[in-house]
C-alpha cells in the first residue's frame, strides 16, 4: 500500500489533532474560524480535559495543536499544558499574544516540548489591526520581542489575504530577523470567515504569485493549507491531502469531535467526548469511516494534476455550497466562465452559534 493510501484510510491516531480549549476571547479577528468571543457555559472541567489528556497519552498521539478563542483566557491553560508534558504528549499551542507576558514566555523557554505560534495578520497596523483589532499589531509584536529575549524559537502564524501577499517578504525578513519562523495559512470561509472571504481571498493571480513565493522559501511552513496550488507544477512540502477525519481532527471547548477545525459544522461533527471515548471516535465514528472512503472524483479524478492536489479543501468546498466531490472552488485550472474569487457565492448555510450543537 503506497503512503498516500495508507493516510487517506487512516491512522490508529490523529497527526495532527487540534484542541481548541476555549471559545473565550479577547480579540474578534473578522476571519476567526470558530466565531469565537465568550466562552462556552459548558467547557470542559479541568478533571475532564486531564481524563482526554490521559487518552491521548494512551493512544500515544505526538502532539497536540491548542488554540481557541484565546487559549490563556482558560484560568487552568498552564496547569493542562504541563499535564500534557508530563504523560509525554507534546503541546503547539497559538496564541494572538496578547495575554503573553514576561512570565509565559519564561514558561514557555523553561518547558520542554512546548511550541507557540503568535498570530499576525500583516506586516503592519495598517493591514493587521482592521482583521484583529485595533492595538493588536503592537501587543502581538510585543509578545514576539518578550519570546526572542528569551531565545524561544516562536512561529508567527500569518492568515495570507489579498492585502498582506505583496508584504509577505518584508514580514518573513522581520520574522526571521528575530528567531521567529513564518508560517503562512489559507483563509477560509469558516465561521466568521464567511463574512470577508469573498473581499480577502487571493485572486486567481495572486495564488499563482503565492505558489512561487512557497517554492522560493522552504523554510516557511504552511501546514498544508496551499496543497490546491501544488497542481501548479511541483508540489509543495506537506502531505497535499485533505486529513480530515483521516490524520486530522479537531476536538471543541465543549468535547464535540470534529473532522477538522475548519469546519465546525454539525454536518461533520463525530460524536462528544463525554458521550464515548475518543479512541472509539476517532477508530468507529460513520462520518470518518466514510471521509476514509471519499476520494474526490468528477472533472478532479482525470486532471492531470490530480495526484498533486487530490481535489483541495473540504472546508472551502462545503462553506460556499460546492459539492465535496468536486474541485476546490479555488482551483488553478478553473475553466473560462466559471466564477472568479470576487463572483464566486456563498452558500446559504448559516454561521454556526458556538453554543449550538
Given at each position: 500500500m503506497s503512503s498516500y493510501e495508507q493516510l487517506r484510510q487512516g491512522l490508529s491516531a490523529p497527526i495532527c489533532l487540534t484542541w481548541e480549549v476555549t471559545y473565550a476571547c479577547n480579540l474578534a479577528c473578522v476571519h476567526c474560524l470558530s466565531s469565537s468571543g465568550r466562552r462556552a457555559p459548558d467547557e470542559l472541567t479541568t478533571a475532564e480535559a486531564r481524563s482526554l489528556i490521559d487518552e491521548w497519552a494512551a493512544m500515544q498521539v505526538f502532539y497536540i495543536n491548542v488554540g481557541g478563542g484565546e487559549p490563556l483566557t482558560r484560568p487552568d491553560f498552564f496547569q493542562l499544558m504541563e499535564y500534557a508534558i508530563e504523560r509525554r504528549v507534546g503541546v503547539k499551542?497559538?496564541?494572538?499574544?496578547?495575554?503573553?507576558d514576561r512570565a509565559a514566555a519564561r514558561w514557555v523557554a523553561s518547558t520542554d516540548y512546548v511550541d507557540?505560534?503568535?498570530s499576525l495578520d500583516g506586516v503592519s497596523a495598517k493591514v493587521n489591526d482592521p482583521i484583529r483589532g485595533r492595538g493588536s499589531f503592537q501587543r502581538a509584536w510585543r509578545a514576539m520581542e518578550l519570546l526572542a529575549a528569551e531565545g524561544v524559537p516562536?512561529?508567527?502564524?500569518?492568515?495570507?489575504?489579498?492585502?498582506s501577499l505583496a508584504d509577505l517578504d518584508r514580514l518573513y525578513e522581520r520574522v526571521t530577523g528575530m528567531g521567529g519562523q513564518l508560517r503562512v495559512t489559507r483563509l477560509r470561509p469558516s465561521g466568521r470567515g464567511r463574512l470577508v472571504w469573498a473581499a480577502l481571498r487571493l485572486t486567481?493571480?495572486?495564488?499563482?504569485?503565492?505558489?512561487?513565493?512557497?517554492?522560493?522559501h522552504p523554510d516557511v511552513l504552511t501546514g498544508d493549507s496551499f496543497f490546491h496550488l501544488s497542481a501548479l507544477g511541483t508540489p509543495l512540502d506537506g502531505l497535499n491531502l485533505c486529513g480530515a477525519g483521516r490524520i486530522v481532527c479537531c476536538v471543541d471547548p465543549r468535547g464535540?469531535?470534529?473532522?477538522?477545525?475548519?469546519?465546525?459544522?454539525?454536518?461533520?461533527?463525530?460524536?462528544?467526548?463525554?458521550?464515548?471515548s475518543f479512541a472509539s471516535i476517532w477508530s468507529r465514528s460513520p462520518l470518518f469511516l466514510r471521509l476514509r472512503r471519499t476520494e474526490v472524483g468528477g472533472s478532479c479524478s482525470g486532471c492531470e494534476a490530480y495526484g498533486r492536489c487530490h481535489g483541495g479543501c473540504m472546508a472551502v468546498k462545503h462553506f460556499t455550497g460546492a459539492p465535496l466531490d468536486g474541485p476546490d472552488p479555488e482551483c488553478v485550472f478553473a475553466p473560462d466562465g466559471r466564477p472568479g474569487p470576487e463572483q464566486l457565492p456563498i452558500s446559504p448555510r448559516p454561521i454556526r452559534p458556538v453554543f449550538v450543537r
Open positions: 499551542f497559538s496564541t494572538n499574544g496578547t495575554l503573553l507557540v505560534q503568535v516562536f512561529k508567527v502564524n500569518h492568515v495570507v489575504t489579498r492585502h486567481q493571480a495572486q495564488n499563482r504569485e503565492l505558489y512561487h513565493w512557497l517554492r522560493a464535540d469531535v470534529y473532522a477538522c477545525p475548519f469546519v465546525l459544522a454539525p454536518e461533520f461533527r463525530a460524536g462528544n467526548v463525554r458521550e464515548q
